[in-house]
Structure formats: C-alpha cells, structure tokens
C-alpha cells in the first residue's frame, strides 16, 4: 500500500510517497510531477548504500529512457563537509549537469542534506528529490533544510531547499543495521512528543513490532512522524517561529554530536540523550509535569541511549550551545516540554540550569 501526504510550501507543494517496492515506480512518479526525459539526473548517494540500491534505480530509469548518471561519496558523517561538497560540483560539470538538470539523493541524511546542499548551490540551484534509505531520513528528506557541517558546529552551512517530492521505498530498511534503526527511531518518539500524544502511546505499545520493522507498523510510525513535520513545516517554511519546535533534543544533542567528533555519537542518539537533558531543563524550570522519565523509557526502549556516559565538560558544552542556531542577542533558546505531545521555545534559559540539567543527565541530581 501507498501512502501519500503533500508538504505546502511557498512556490507550491510536493508529494511525500511511503510503501514498499517505490523505487520501481520511479520512473512514473517523475513523470507525474512533470519531469521528461530530456532533464539529465545525477543520483547523488554513498559507498554503503549506492552497491545496494544505485545500480536499480540507475537502471529503472535509463530504461524509461531517462539521462542518469551516478555520483557517490564515502557513507558516514564525515562526507557532510565542504570540501566534500566542492568535489560534487566538479563532478556535476564534468557529466555535463545544466540549469534544466537535478539531483536525486539516494540514502540517509547524510546524503540527503548534502545533496539537497549540492541542488540548492549548483549554478544557484536546480530541483532534487529526496529518495530515503533509513528510518531517520523520514524526518531529515521531508522540510528542505540542506547543507553541511563545520568542525564548529552542526549544519553551519547550508540552506532551505525543498525537495521537488520525497519517495520512500520502505523496503530499503530490511538492510539498515540495527543501530541505525534504533538512532532512526529517536526522531520518530521526537515527532510524537512535539505535537502529538496519541502517537507517543501509539509508540509505547508496538516498540516490539516496530523494532523488528513490521511493514504495517513502521510505515505507518514514518508516515505519522513525515504528518508531523510536513504539517509544521507548511506552517513555517523557514522557521521564523513553530519550526523551531522541530529542534527539540537538538541544542543539547547537537552539542554533544560535535564533541563527541562527528559520527561517534548517530545524529539521533546524540538527540535522543539531548531529549531527556531537556525534559530534565523543563521540569529544573518548572515548566511540565515529570516527563523525563516517560521520555528515557520510550527511547530505551528503542534501543538508545538515554544518559550523557561521554566524558565532556559543561563548559565544552555550553560553548556549542552558545553557537547554537536558535540563539538571540546571547540568549539560549531551547524547545522544552510543556507536556507529553507538547513543546514550546523558552528563551533567556540561565546556564546555571542547563548546568543542573546536565548532572542529572549524567546521573546525579535525583535521576
Ligand atoms: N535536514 C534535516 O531536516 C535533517 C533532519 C534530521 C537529521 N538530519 C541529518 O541527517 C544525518 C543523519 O542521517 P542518518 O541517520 O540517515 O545517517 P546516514 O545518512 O549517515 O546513514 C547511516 C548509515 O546507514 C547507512 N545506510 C543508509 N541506508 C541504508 C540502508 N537502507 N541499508 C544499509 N545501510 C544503509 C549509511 O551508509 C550510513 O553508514 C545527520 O547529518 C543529521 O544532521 C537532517
Ligand atoms: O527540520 C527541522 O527544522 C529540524 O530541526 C529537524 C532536525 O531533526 C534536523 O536535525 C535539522 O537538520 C536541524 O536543523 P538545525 O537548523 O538545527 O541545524
Ligand atoms: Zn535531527
């Protein structure tokens, strides 16, 4: 079964496609959103994904008598550089791409944030598609975020570029190692506790069947979590306010992900330890009901973790969450729980609560 959502965006909307076995309609569903024959296709992916899925989907199109060629960088966090990104453009001219080309991103977000990069700089930009090979890629194909990393701080460099539609063949998941499935379920539990209580009990009672990637289960947990964010991103494209709400778990998470050096921690372990160090924010701030512990369960569950074992010092921390992008005039902003299903942005946070938070993430304080 096909599931279909559309994401509103301000030049139009663009189709969100979720079932099994999508890659073979491919052809098809280009030529739905009207792109023919003529417009030459680069499907940007990586050392890991490409031998699984590239020469497949290269084929599918080549014989619905589409130009495709195929770009592939090594997998991993390390590829979201400039540098990187620099070699992709000289490989993009020397296959010839034009103005009237595009980029397919075949993979997680890795290769979806840095070939969406690639699309919206390339001769000032040409449309891609985001084709998703992990459970995580649900959250980082869908909103048009794109860009890279610098040694600084997370996705430092980049744009807002939205995808001409996101095609997600579920069956690709069967090959995802199990530490990327769990790291992939930690953005779906954030998409449930920001906006929608009903999808965090929906959570709590199917962790088993979801972790074991039942076809039913785990395309409905992407469709519910791409019906979160493609709902707050056609409210708030560029994140002038709500899409900020998108972020939670980040500023922590995101902080920890660059000390940590990129790829030790995955993105969404690294935002699912962010996630109960903000719960723990909220209730230091008096903001919520007790929500860490409900929210360390769920993500246990999934197999992440859920307390801060690294050796890093608050002020290394506090240093990145100072660059953090949500930070105004000096004042850290965090998205903190009101409720279970429910967030809000809180400015002008004090160090000295963050600091509070962060020993209770790291196991003192009460828990
Ligand atoms: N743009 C956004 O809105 C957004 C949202 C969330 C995350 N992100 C970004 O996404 C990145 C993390 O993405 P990710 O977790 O998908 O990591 P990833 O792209 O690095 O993929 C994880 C690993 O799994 C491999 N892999 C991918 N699909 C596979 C498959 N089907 N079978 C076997 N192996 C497969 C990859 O080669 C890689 O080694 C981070 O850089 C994060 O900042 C962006
Ligand atoms: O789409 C968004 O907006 C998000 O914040 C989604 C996040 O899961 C994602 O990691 C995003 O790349 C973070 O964006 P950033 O602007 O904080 O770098
Ligand atoms: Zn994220």
Known sequence: MIKTLQVQTREGSYPIHIGAGLHGCLPDLLQEIGWNRERRLMLVTDDQVGPLYGEYVIQGLKDHGFQASCLTVPAGEGSKKLSQLEEMVGDCLQAGLDRSSAILALGGGVVGDLAGFLAASYMRGIPFIQLPTTLLAHDSSVGGKVGVNHPLGKNMIGAFHQPSMVVFDVNTLNTLP??????????????????????????????????????????????????????????????????????????????????????????????????????????????????????????????????????????????????????????????????????????????????????????????
């Open 178 to 367: 199990e530490r990327e499935v769990a790291s992939g379920y930690a953005e779906v539990v954030k998409h449930a506790l920001i906006r929608d209580a009903d999808f965090v009990c929906w959570l709590e009672e199917r962790v088993d069947s979801l972790r074991r990637l039942e076809p039913d289960s785990v395309s409905e947990a992407i469709w519910r979590g791409c019906a979160v964010k493609g709902e707050v991103v056609s409210q708030d494209e560029k994140e002038a306010g709500l899409r900020a709400i998108l972020n939670y778990g980040h500023t922590i998470g995101h902080a920890l992900e660059a000390t940590a050096g990129y790829g030790v921690l995955t993105h969404g372990e690294a935002v699912a330890i962010g996630m109960v160090g903000e719960a723990m924010l909220a209730e230091e701030l008096g903001l919520c009901p007790p929500v860490s512990e409900r929210t360390a369960r769920l993500l246990s569950s999934f197999g992440l973790p859920t307390r801060l074992t690294l050796e890093i010092a608050d002020e290394e921390l506090l240093e990145r969450m100072r660059r953090d992008k949500k930070v105004k005039q000096g004042r850290l902003t965090f998205i903190l729980p009101r409720e279970v299903g429910c967030v809000d942005r809180i400015g002008g946070v004090e160090e000295a609560v963050i600091r509070r938070a962060l020993d209770r993430l790291r196991g003192g304080g009460e828990g």
